[in-house]
């Protein structure tokens, strides 16, 4: 439980997936210098993202909301589960459940976004941006609150939309940017600890 001030020791990692996984593909392709993924927590079986972290014999475990009488039991069994990995940091990587308040309390979690937040929080970020007809969205790292994608913004990317794109193509294209982000966000976390003002990159 290091991290907020940072420059400890190793950090260990938990990443916690939905779907495909490529972010967490990216984490351990691309490590940060003194990091460790120490577990991949889903919240569904049978998904990419567990197959890559199996693949690198990273731990993992899954937690179906589910197989829970109520969101509370959940929060508190993805609670327990993950602080089994004593983890310093939290990395939701496309992981398509807002966190609860037991998790929040008890652990730094950082989300990756794929707009620019405050534009465009929710599920349906890329689908949105579309819809609204702007030019430029993008991808946003932040630190997670009770909110839905509220949280203090850590740094964003932008991506400009072409006339061409659909939703695919153009998740494709912030996918691009969250990966880089999200490396060189937990890495500088991990190193420097939580940042007092908000940092923004591109
Ligand atoms: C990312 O765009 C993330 O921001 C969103 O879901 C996507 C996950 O992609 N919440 P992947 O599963 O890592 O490929």
New binding site residues.
């Given amino acids: 439980m290091a991290i907020p001030g940072s420059a400890s020791s190793r950090a260990r990692l938990v990443v916690l997936?939905?779907?495909?996984?490529?972010?967490?593909q990216a984490l351990i392709d691309h490590p940060p210098v003194n990091t460790e993924i120490v577990a991949v927590g889903a919240d569904r079986y049978g998904i990419e993202?567990l197959v890559r972290a199996e693949a690198e014999a990273i731990p993992v475990f899954v937690t179906p909301l589910e197989d829970f009488p109520d969101r509370g039991a959940w929060d508190r069994a993805l609670r327990d589960a993950i602080a089994e990995y004593r983890p310093d940091l939290i990395i939701s990587?496309?992981f398509?459940k807002i966190l609860g308040a037991e998790v929040l309390k008890d652990f730094t979690v950082l989300n990756?976004?794929?707009a620019l937040l405050p534009a465009f929080p929710g599920a349906h970020a890329v689908r949105d941006a579309l819809a609204a007809g702007v030019s430029v969205t993008g991808?946003t790292v932040h630190l997670v609150d009770e909110g839905v994608d509220t949280g203090p913004v850590l740094a964003q990317r932008e991506v400009a939309i072409l006339p061409e794109d659909d939703e695919s193509s153009l998740?494709e294209r912030?996918?691009q940017q969250?990966r880089e982000l999200l490396v060189e966000v937990v890495g500088r976390v991990c190193a420097e600890g939580i940042p007092q003002e908000r940092v923004s990159s591109s």
Avoid at 17 to 24: A, D, Y
């Fill in positions: 997936v939905s779907g495909t996984g490529t972010l967490l993202g990587a496309g398509m990756t976004h794929p991808c998740h912030i996918k969250e």
